[in-house]
């Protein structure tokens, strides 16, 4: 019974990555608006670093979330 608990509480720590992830990627998109809206003309040439960045992030929280149902499971 205290295993069943102990990987609840694991799973759930495991899960946390998340919410940085989901930090960090609101982040990228807003210091982004926040640089277009400074210089529109050079905005153009970011959005390759833009979607690199939040894919990166994004695939940190995705790592987290896998790893919470691997312990959750196991």
Same mark, same amino acid.
């Given at each position: 019974?205290? /295993? ?8 759930? +720590?495991?899960? @946390? ?9 609101? #982040?990228?998109?807003? &210091?982004? +608006? #926040?640089?277009? @809206?400074? #210089?529109?003309?050079? /905005? ?5 670093? =833009?979607?690199?960045?939040?894919? @990166?992030?994004?695939? +940190?929280?995705? =790592?987290?979330?896998? =790893?919470?149902? @691997?312990? =959750? &499971?196991?």
């Amino acid at each position: 019974m205290e /295993a069943e608990a102990a990987k609840y509480i694991g799973a759930g +720590l495991a899960t @946390l990555g998340m919410i940085g992830s989901a930090i960090g990627v609101g #982040n990228i998109f807003a &210091n982004f +608006l #926040n640089g277009a @809206l400074r #210089n529109p003309s050079a /905005a153009g040439s970011q959005v390759g670093n =833009l979607f690199v960045g939040a894919a @990166l992030a994004e695939a +940190l929280g995705i =790592l987290a979330f896998v =790893l919470g149902i @691997l312990i =959750l &499971n196991a």
